[in-house]
Structure formats: structure tokens, C-alpha cells
């Protein structure tokens, strides 16, 4: 687990006397001064929240402004589709490099960073005469997803174990937007004003949340967390990113253009050939992104795994199949865009921005394992739910509006709460980075596996994409079963 500097726990006493003694004493004071002037939690979660909001809005305001992007530069469907997908995508590369590499150079210089990359991307985005260079902005602006793990990491080293579990459900609540109206709100702004605007606000927002950061993030010593040296793994985030590449368009070929594809299996083959390169790499390394035997501990591997799966399960339910049969006219419900939005997707964003934080309190009274598989197991009842009751709208939606509670709340707050506490010590910025990346994952692969069912419009089709996502998030609960507690002092 990582362990604040200035909440150190009792059972890493003799470690923090260890590291203290190998410190010189110059650093020694700074780092008691900066404890000194430490932020209070709430200034400290605002100024972490307006980062978090920099990357939430260029996620979200966006996806309505697509139509017209495509017609401001006579651009395809599928060409436009990158706009999103290359976001995503820098967003899964980026959060396990720089979650660990904040490690060496510190999280305030690290966040700054990020925002950095980010407003290069906003403003080639702004001026960009071409989609092609649009799409270049965007993958710079998905950077800027790294901002979640680095949020949680300087939440945890910076309250006491009480206030980080309240903290971590506060910036939890806004992982899938603010409560549904950012997207309309994107909307209303690319026909009034066009699409650009969009840029602009986020670009603001931006300026505001690195000056908050320079202000309020205390700066640390590089190096000098949980005992971290030694220098980056840029082999190893090198091989992890070609992994995530290759893996991501192997999932998406393999869906559109078949499995057994010379293609698919191209991606396939690279995708192995990256993951061995890459173990291969870590147990070379004397301080590695990741060591490879951490990746086969428990605390570590069912972490991700647990992400994976539920993601697979519960996002596959609630933002494809859902949709798909919310707007069924013959085997659905027949309701149209805006309204099967306004029903099947407001009430669970808007519920998880109260949940979350309550998630959060309550991690303090009953622990994170428990609310963990809380949350697992009352989604599993919620897809049930829903794929017995498939052909009565209301009953779906209160499903889905249930899983605003249990999934967007407790879910997605303990499992990002573990992910710091998990972490291995010597590499406090590895998991919760790695796990950031798997939300990606998880949410195309389970897109993938119900899209060839939920795609043929049937009710008998819908019926088994909703039982095979229950399926998924069954295991997702099994695996969630192994995951271990963190140790009692975090």
C-alpha cells in the first residue's frame, strides 16, 4: 500500500526510519515543511477535481458535436470515429506510463505535465484545418486521462485514510460525467457556437485547474515517494503501449472485420509478441513500470481482472445494448434518442454523482473489500434484472437507474480506492495507472462479445447480449472474491 508522509502507518514504522536515515537532512526539512503547508482536503479535492473535469469534459461534451465535425470537414462515420477512439486509446497508454513515472519526477510536476500535453492538444484541435490534425489534437488531449491515477495517488499521500475513502467517491462521481448534462450541454454550445467552443471551455478549465495545482498540490520530493528510486522503465512503457495498441485494434478488426482475419490475427500475434516483450523487459529492469512478479500476486492481478470484467458486463448493458433496445421500434421500446438518453443514461449518472462520495464515507465504516463486493454482487443482481425483464422498459430502467448506486458508485469507487492501496511500495504509481488503462479494455471487450447478438434487433438477440453480460459480471464477482484486503493501518 502507499503510505502518506505524514500519516505514515505504524506497521511501516521501521521502513520510514530506514528511508528517513538514507535522506539528507536539507531534504528531510523540506519535506517536513511541505507537510507543514500540506492543503486542506477539500481546497486539495477541488483543485484535483478541476483536473479531473479538464479530461471528463473533452470525453464527453464531444461525442454530440461528432455529426458535426463530420460535415464540417466532409468526413465519414468511420473517419470521424477516431476523433473518439484515438482520445481513448492515449488515455489507456498514458495512464500506466505516467502514473509511474510520477514516481521519479513527482505528482505535482507530473500533473502539470499532463495538462500540459493536453493544451497543446486543445489548441491544435481549435486551429485544426484538416480532421487528420484533429484527430492528432485529440490523442494529445487523451493524455490527460492519466490525471484520474495521478488524482487518487496525491489524495492518498496528502488525507487520512477516512478522508481519502469520502475523497476517492467525490472524484469517482464525475468518471462518467456531470450527471449526464455535459453531453447536452456539448450540444447546445456546437449549434450555437460551434464545435470549437467546446475547446475553449476545456482550455479554460485547464489554465484554472494548473494554476490550482501550482498552488495547492504539494510539490514533494522527486524520487522521494514511498522510497522510490532508481530511473523510469521507458522499455518497458514502450513494449505496455504497443500491447495496449495492438490489443485494442485487434479487438475492434476482430468485431467488424471476423476473428480469423489475416488482420485480426496480424494484431493477435502482435499483441503477444508485445506482452512477452514486455515480461521479458520488466525482469531486466531494477526498477521496473511494473515487476512481472507483481503482476501474477493476487493483490495486483485481481485488481485488474476485476476491472475488466465488471466493465465488460455492466457497460455493455448500459451504454450499447440498452441504447440499442431503448430505440427498437419493432422489438423495443421505440423511444427516440434524446429521450432513451434522458431515461437510460441520465438517472444512473446522475444518481452515482450522490452515490459515489457516500461509497466512499461508508469505505471508512465497512471497508473497501466489503463495499468492493457490495457493489459486484447488487450490479450482478441489477443485469439480472434486467435480462429478465427485458421487454418492460420500466423494469430496465430501473435497473440501469439502480446500477447508478451500486456500479458508477460503489463499484467504481472501491476498485479505484484499492488500486492505490494495492499498489506494490516500491512502485506506488503502477497499479492504479495499469487499472485506469483496463477500463478501456473491459468497456470494448464487452461492447465486442454482445455486439454480433444485440446488432441482429431481435428480442431473442437482446435476451442474449443482456445474459451474456450477466454471465461476465458473474465472474467479475468470483474474481472479486480473491481480491485481498488492504493492510488494516491504510
Known amino acids: 500500500m502507499i503510505s502518506s508522509p505524514a500519516n505514515a502507518p505504524a506497521a511501516n514504522g521501521a521502513d520510514a526510519k530506514t528511508a528517513q536515515t538514507d535522506v539528507p537532512a536539507s531534504l528531510q526539512d523540506a519535506d517536513a515543511q511541505s507537510a507543514g503547508r500540506r492543503p486542506k482536503a477539500a481546497v486539495l479535492i477541488t483543485t484535483l477535481l478541476l483536473g479531473v473535469l479538464s479530461f471528463q469534459l473533452n470525453a464527453s461534451m464531444v461525442t454530440p458535436a461528432l455529426p458535426h465535425i463530420g460535415a464540417h470537414f466532409g468526413a465519414d462515420a468511420g473517419a470521424v470515429a477516431q476523433v473518439q477512439s484515438m482520445f481513448f486509446l492515449a488515455g489507456a497508454i498514458s495512464g500506466p506510463i505516467m502514473g509511474r513515472w510520477s514516481d521519479f519526477i513527482g505528482r505535482r510536476r507530473a500533473l502539470l505535465l499532463v495538462l500540459g500535453v493536453m493544451a497543446v492538444g486543445t489548441v491544435l484541435c481549435l486551429l485544426a484545418p484538416s480532421l487528420p490534425l484533429l484527430v492528432a489534437g485529440r490523442f494529445l488531449q487523451g493524455v490527460s486521462s492519466a490525471i484520474f491515477a495521478l488524482a487518487y495517488i496525491v489524495l492518498r499521500e496528502n488525507l487520512d485514510a477516512r478522508s481519502f475513502g469520502t475523497s476517492v467517491g467525490i472524484i469517482a462521481a464525475v468518471n462518467g460525467g456531470i450527471a449526464g448534462f455535459d453531453g447536452y450541454a456539448g450540444g447546445l454550445m456546437t449549434e450555437a457556437f460551434g464545435f470549437q467552443s467546446i475547446f475553449l471551455v476545456v482550455l479554460g478549465l485547464a489554465a484554472i485547474a494548473a494554476v490550482c495545482i501550482i498552488r495547492f498540490v504539494p510539490a514533494g520530493r522527486a524520487g522521494g515517494t514511498a522510497g522510490t528510486s532508481g530511473n ?89 445494448t440498452v441504447v440499442l433496445l431503448s430505440q427498437d421500434g419493432k422489438n423495443g421500446f421505440g423511444f427516440s434518442a434524446s429521450l432513451s438518453a434522458l431515461l437510460f443514461l441520465t438517472p444512473a449518472a446522475l444518481i452515482g454523482v450522490f452515490a459515489a462520495p457516500l461509497a466512499g464515507w461508508l469505505t ?111 465472474a467479475a464477482l468470483l474474481v472479486s472474491l480473491l481480491v485481498p484486503a488492504p493492510d488494516a493501518s491504510a
Open 232 to 320: 523510469m522503465d521507458w522499455w518497458g512503457a514502450a513494449f505496455l503501449s504497443v500491447f495496449l495498441v495492438c490489443l485494442s485494434y485487434f479487438v475492434s478488426t476482430g468485431s467488424s472485420a471476423g476473428w480469423t482475419s489475416v488482420p485480426a490475427l496480424a494484431l493477435l500475434a502482435g499483441t503477444v509478441a508485445a506482452f512477452i516483450a514486455f515480461c521479458a523487459a520488466e525482469k531486466r529492469r531494477s526498477s521496473p513500470l511494473i515487476a512481472v512478479h507483481h503482476l501474477r500476486s493476487r493483490q495486483v492481478w485481481t485488481v485488474i481482472a476485476t476491472t475488466v470484467l465488471t466493465l465488460a458486463g455492466i457497460f455493455a448493458i448500459m451504454n450499447f
Open 364 to 474: 471508512g465504516r465497512m471497508g473497501w473489500i466489503r463495499t468492493l463486493r457490495i457493489g459486484t454482487a447488487l450490479s450482478l443482481v441489477c443485469a439480472v434484472a434486467a435480462a429478465l425483464f427485458a421487454g418492460n422498459e420500466w423494469a430496465v430502467l430501473a435497473a440501469v437507474a439502480a446500477l447508478g448506486i451500486f456500479y458508477n458508485g460503489f463499484f467504481l469507487t472501491a476498485i479505484n480506492g484499492l488500486s492505490v492501496l494495492l499498489s506494490p511500495k516500491e512502485a506506488p504509481g503502477s497499479l492504479p495507472g495499469i487499472n485506469g488503462a483496463s477500463f478501456g479494455t473491459g468497456a470494448s471487450l464487452g461492447v465486442v462479445l454482445v455486439a454480433p447478438f444485440a446488432g441482429l434487433g431481435t428480442q431473442g438477440g437482446y435476451g442474449v447480449a443482456l445474459w451474456i453480460s450477466v454471465g461476465i459480471t458473474a
